[in-house]
Every structure is written in structure tokens, then in C-alpha cells.
Nanobody, 123 residues
């Protein structure tokens, strides 16, 4: 009922920038909270940034001042602008959306994850 497609990862030099996107499609009524997580190989998944439907944002201390999360409620898309990137291994960034959708004559709210996109920052 809901599909998420991430894009924007890749290889960048230290100090550079990347912009991640996560677009949702399907029988969506609304998307509530949206967030970006980061997971390094063999480590737990950590919240990087989150944004409510109303636009309130929160960030992990490690990215404050460098990353900006935003959303487009018409396009059902969440973005993560990453500036001043630092070499931190090869983590995968995943979007997470809390989606209310329509299926089989009823509405449901579920948590959806993107497929993940790798970000590599070279020193």
C-alpha cells in the first residue's frame, strides 16, 4: 500500500554536501512524523533527525548545525541536507515515515522504512 524510495547517497569529500530524499507513494492519507536514521556496519540504528507534520525538527547532537531536515507534504517527501560532512565510515542512511493509508475499506497507520542509501565521506 505504501512504497518508499530513497535517493541522493554517494561518495563525497570531507567538508562536502549531499542531499538525501525519501519519497512515499501509495494510498496515503497523511504522513505524520518523518525521520532519518544512520546505521554503521555492525552497529545500531541511530536517529539523525526528525520532523513532525507541523514542521518541528529535532537533531542528534552530532549533526546539529550541519544537517537540515525538511519535508514536502504535497510530494510526501522528506529531505536531509547534509553539509560539512565528516569521514565516519560507510553508514547507511534510512528514512522512516509514520504513514496513515487506506486499504481494504479502512485506514491504518504503520511505520515504514526506506531501503537505505549509503553515504561515504572521503578524507
Amino acid at each position: 500500500q505504501v512504497q518508499l524510495v530513497e535517493s541522493g547517497g554517494g561518495l563525497v569529500q570531507a567538508g562536502g554536501s549531499l542531499r538525501l530524499s525519501c519519497a512515499a507513494s501509495g494510498t496515503i492519507l497523511s504522513i505524520n512524523a518523518m525521520g532519518w536514521y544512520r546505521q554503521a556496519p555492525g552497529k545500531q540504528r541511530d536517529l539523525v533527525a526528525g520532523i513532525t507534520r507541523g514542521g518541528t525538527t529535532n537533531y542528534s547532537d552530532s549533526v546539529k548545525g550541519r544537517f537540515t531536515i525538511s519535508r514536502d507534504n504535497v510530494k510526501n517527501t522528506v529531505y536531509l541536507q547534509m553539509n560539512s560532512l565528516k569521514p565516519e565510515g560507510t553508514p547507511i542512511y534510512l528514512c522512516n515515515l509514520d504513514v496513515t493509508y487506506y486499504s481494504r475499506r479502512a485506514y491504518y497507520t504503520d511505520d515504514y522504512w526506506g531501503q537505505g542509501t549509503q553515504v561515504t565521506v572521503s578524507s
